[in-house]
């Protein structure tokens, strides 16, 4: 089970940092996971913001060119949680986030690859 958090309204410009926890036996061993965060718009299609390899807490990760620079993907294998940190944001990065569980240490930005969602948690850019 994934369980996203830390969503909520904030202003152009500011920064807000999105948590994932994974749970249950089938994370027992979470570096096994490749751990992604998707965006869905209002009307507009789930697209994919950035992922994290599996592997230790200082695995590289791959983004979107619309957020490369601004946001950053972590993860604490230790709790079996992800991050996203976003900073500047704009009123375009509004969206339901989504964070995603790959079986297999390398990323992938194609939603149907993922084999584990979460239930999604809203990010409101507005002044």
């Known amino acids: 089970q994934l369980q996203a958090s830390g969503g909520g309204l904030v202003q152009p410009g500011d920064s807000l940092t999105l948590s994932c926890v994974a749970s249950?036996?089938?994370?027992?061993?979470?570096?096994?996971?490749?751990m992604a965060w998707f965006r869905q718009a209002p009307g507009k299609e789930r697209k994919f913001v950035g992922a994290?390899?599996?592997?230790?807490?200082?695995?590289?990760?791959i983004y979107d060119d619309a957020v490369k620079g601004r946001f950053t993907i972590s993860r604490k294998n230790a709790k079996n949680l992800i991050y996203l940190q976003m900073n500047s944001l704009k009123s375009e990065d509004t969206a339901v986030y989504y964070c995603a569980a790959m079986t297999g240490r390398l990323p992938s930005s194609v939603a149907p690859r993922y084999d584990y969602w979460g239930q999604g948690t809203l990010v409101t850019v507005s002044s």
């Open positions: 249950g036996r089938t994370f027992a061993t979470f570096s096994n996971y490749a």
């Open positions: 994290v390899y599996g592997g230790g807490d200082g695995a590289s990760a």
